[in-house]
């Protein structure tokens, strides 16, 4: 193998491993979304008495954290039911804590 094909030969491996590196980066980042209405509490625990941590607003954005499934159920503004509430971060104010699902997007 001549010096010219080695150094192509290993340009072209370490372009690619740039790649897959980059792709798996994107892809292990976390889920992002908005709040769907002004005032969303942000609670300490996945129930509507849970201590309430702060607040979020359409605009804030969220970093989804982690979730709770079969937690207390909500009802929604339109008229469903969830019992699935989320751990966010809200990205705006730095608040972290559960929200039902009722009231959140993901992108």
Known sequence: MSVKHATVTTTALLTLLGTLL?????????PQGDFTARGVKIHSGY????????????????THMGGQSNAESVP?????????????HNNRTGVEGYVSDCFIREY
């Open 22 to 30: 980059s792709a798996t980066a994107i892809a292990a980042a976390p």
């Open 76 to 88: 929604c503004p339109d008229g469903s039911v969830k019992d699935h509430w989320t751990y966010v």
């Open 47 to 62: 129930s509507t008495t849970s201590s309430v941590r702060g607040h979020g607003n359409p605009g804030d954005g969220y």
